[in-house]
């Protein structure tokens, strides 16, 4: 067995290999011609619209999407940067494994989650998913693959690459933490109407898992309004009396508030966001019951299926022409707020802003050393994350909201991610976001800017 799962990492790997040097001619075609080389990809978790870049040559990487190796005993993965974490989990699950931290919808990659700040549940004792890559094989701007790692002499790289968001290169190869798992997720719903109470006992929960005082593996929570707010703790079983699945009628985020007690298997709990994209399917019509069950029967239940449609009316501009979209804001934000400063930001949300649920999630680094120059946030200190997504009726000026949003997360000294839209001037964006570590980067890596530069990619006019 283990002669054949060498075998097969070596046809994977040599496979691999073949893919990059076909990439890497086309990539220096696309310059000798004068184009801009872009990645052409079937799937994104961007909410930023990205106009096509002039002159530009789209290289295909949607093959790039293979589980090269899983070392069970090192508790590595090697994966190419357009794996899915679907994929990567059912290679992982057999020998005991997962990703220390797996993103909650299935459509996010690898590559994307490393470059764009991944998080999840685990996220409070393992950080985000690029605290827990121990390496990377980079296509950086000159078109030259560069292996990064903590200890060798593309360190800076290695670092700088958290929230860089393909301004620097794109990871063609990722080798990323795995952890052991048991057959079952037992979850505990716990009830707070007090925030400041319910931040405190989260922090609390943090503490005691991350020193084993308590089995806890996984912690998250909701938000449905000013006196409901829960947490939700995951610990591994073996057994189980009773499972339940929220993959057809139904719904995740309902039990929360339905149920103190409830078990899942592992694989259908780090997928029990998928189904509803948390909460967000219900403005595609699938809490109604017939046409949940008309989606679920065809297997369109899944953050796949709602990308597709969201890109369908993106180009269409369907809800628009309809009329359904006058005087809203959308409002698609992930932030995150040091835990002493959460209830203050809470209260901000329920104030100005107003959508809910609003997903809750802590995350600390694991290792205090560690310093991501793009993303620098205070290793000792627990964050919470805030995503809150949706339309803001108002007669405000577009991005007032998300405006109010930045200045905010600025003043409790908090980060916002960047998937989504932003709205900082170049001032604001740079004082956040360290640009002499970027440039420094860029000089070294793409000197001849081939990539765009990191404000021009998230809040100006990219390609």
Sequence with gaps: MKRSTQTASESARSAFEARRERLLQDFHAARERGLTPRLHKRTSNLFRIRPPADRAARLDVTDFRHVIAIDPERRVAEVEGMTTYEDLVEAALPYGLMPAVVPQLKTITVGGA????????????????????????ILDGRGETVHAQPDNEHRALFYGFANSYGTLGYALRVWIQLIPVRPYVQV?????????????????????????????????????????????????????????????????????????QDTLTTRDYLWRWDTDWFWCSRAYGMEIPALRFLAGALGLLNSATYWKLRDWNERGRILERLGLLRD????????????????TFLAFLHREIGIRPIWICPAQAARTDTVYPLYRTDPDTLYINFGFWGGKKTDQPDGYHNRLIEERVAELEGKKSLYSTSFFTEEDFWARYNRPAHDALKTQYDPENTFPDLYTKCVGTPG
């Excluded at 610990?235 to 103190?260: G, H, L, P």
């Design 114 to 137: 490393v470059t764009g700040g991944g998080i999840e549940s685990s996220s409070f004792r393992y950080g985000f998913v690029h605290e827990t890559v121990e390496a990377l094989e």
């Design 188 to 260: 505990i719903h716990t009830h707070h109407s007090d925030p400041d109470e319910y931040f405190n006992n989260m922090a609390e929960t943090c503490r005691a898992a991350r020193h084993h005082e308590r089995p806890t593996a996984f912690i998250d929570g909701a938000v449905f309004d000013e006196t409901n707010l829960y947490q939700t703790e995951g610990s591994f079983v073996d057994e189980a009396e009773s499972v339940s699945r929220y993959t057809f009628m139904d719904i995740y985020y309902r039990s929360i508030r339905r149920k103190e």
């Design 328 to 343: 809203v804001e959308w409002v698609i934000q992930d932030v995150e707020i040091p835990v002493t400063h959460a209830p």
